[in-house]
């Protein structure tokens, strides 16, 4: 992990938050090959689960709601994590943090991790939602939240979208929108963070149907992060025990990736929430959300960018001899291709590179690099994960050809300039 969050500020995926000023704990700032990187998952996401589907449409929902969203919803009263406090220091932790321990006469006591104090504290819940205020002062305001997640925008538009779509059930409202959690206790880089980006799908299906689907849309995630690069080895579909999901849910899963500073954990939760949701708002808003005379159940997968990145990257990081090859699929790769000429002195090889350059811009993203040495170039674009080098050599002043490297196999092939953009769109697909 240390080595691949050095590269990710080394090469500009990930800064840490408001650095300048000494950081804001759980906070990460994309840099310019992160920002790319983040926007390509989720447009492979968007694709994946919108655009090359019939039975799904979009939603894009604001991120302060009313009020009364989160008390049906439930986040008022049990959107909590067990916090507990050092009597000492009053450092916080989440109560999963800290081991609890049992002794015949101090009786039941933890020790702080920050200054080793001996505590007898109980823990106390504690919301984790972001508070802010609508109006021009607090006291004069309505007391509003920061969403937590983007679904239960989807839920209080989903007559809005049955009115004015043609949709039928099954179904589903895909939403990518900011959420934002006031965690106790953040950690392990992108992992777990205050401020965040989340992926989600609510399919709405037919009561009797739900086992069915969420099976399918186990499946569908699965295989979703295995043909973007994900090795089977490291990734595996988790049904949860009763005793760990919601009271609600009829059924929730997991994708657990196999994280370098924990073992197996959560990737992505796929959840058979029931008619939960539709329920819960009918009844505080007056509203009816049924579809056909019945309330449609919901399987909602929900994944977040960030920590969808942090496995992308973490699957990709390899070490090759003395150099790092970051192995990301082409799709979600920065650059595709990087284009430099052999001698960066030589004005004829940098005019030939730049036609070249110009040339493949509308094909595909196309980085230009002309700093050091050829090695040093290729070191560099191994190391943000840029697929295929092209070199404009001596050579290619004489038959138009240049030289294309390969970044897994280092191999290397002749192809004429002419043939560039087929042969990328050939391997782009």
């Not at 989600?200 to 992060?225: A, C, I, M, Q």
């Not at 290619?396 to 050809?401: F, H, K, N, Q, V």
Request: hydrophobic letters at 35%.
């Amino acid at each position: 992990m240390e080595k691949i969050v050095s590269l990710c500020k080394r090469r500009g995926f990930v800064y840490p938050g408001s650095e300048i000023y000494g950081g804001l704990n759980g906070t990460w700032d994309l840099g310019p090959l992160g920002t790319t990187l983040a926007r390509n998952i989720k447009h492979e996401w968007w694709k994946n689960t919108v655009s090359n589907r019939e039975d799904v449409v979009g939603l894009n929902s604001s991120i302060l709601h009313h009020p009364k969203v989160w008390d049906a919803s439930g986040h008022i009263a049990s959107f909590t994590d067990p916090l507990i406090e050092c009597k000492k220091c009053h450092h916080r932790y989440r109560l999963d943090f800290v081991t609890v321990r049992f002794d015949k006469e101090k009786g039941k006591y933890w020790i702080c991790p920050a200054c080793f104090e001996e505590n007898t504290s109980e823990p106390r819940d504690f919301n984790l939602m972001f508070r802010t205020h609508l109006g021009s002062t607090e006291d004069s305001g309505t007391e509003l939240y920061l969403r937590p997640e983007t679904a239960q925008g989807i839920f209080i538009n989903f007559l809005n979208v049955v009115n004015s779509t043609r949709v039928t059930v099954p179904f589903g409202i895909a939403q990518i929108g900011k959420g934002f959690r006031n965690e106790i206790t953040t950690g392990n880089f992108l992992f777990r963070v205050r401020e965040f980006e989340m992926m989600e799908l609510e399919f709405f299906v037919e009561p009797g149907t739900d086992e069915k689907w969420h099976e399918y849309w186990k499946n569908e995630r699965l295989n979703w992060f295995l043909s973007l690069g994900i090795s089977k080895d490291h990734i595996k579909i988790v049904d949860l025990p009763k005793e760990d999901i919601a009271h609600y849910s009829r059924g929730t899963a997991e994708l657990w990736y196999d994280w370098p500073f924990m073992g197996f954990g959560e990737l992505e939760g796929i959840a058979n929430r029931g008619d939960y949701d539709l329920t819960q708002h009918s009844k505080y808003s007056g509203k009816n959300l049924v579809f056909d005379d019945y309330t449609p159940y919901v399987i909602e997968p929900s994944v977040g960018v960030g920590r969808a990145m942090l496995a992308f990257l973490v699957d990709a990081y390899s070490e090759v001899g003395d150099r790092v090859v970051l192995k990301l699929h082409s799709k979600l790769s920065p650059y595709k291709v990087a284009v430099f000429p052999l001698v960066a002195n030589k004005p004829d090889l940098v005019t030939k590179a730049e036609t070249v350059y110009r040339y493949l811009k509308p094909v595909t993203s196309v980085a230009w690099d002309d700093r050091g040495n050829i090695g040093k170039r290729y070191y560099a674009q191994d190391e943000i994960g840029t697929p295929w080098c092209v070199t404009v050599d001596y050579r290619s002043l004489a038959d138009d050809t240049v030289t294309v490297r390969d970044r897994d196999t280092a191999k290397q092939e002749r192809v004429n300039v002419s043939q560039l953009d087929t042969y990328f769109s050939q391997k782009l697909k």
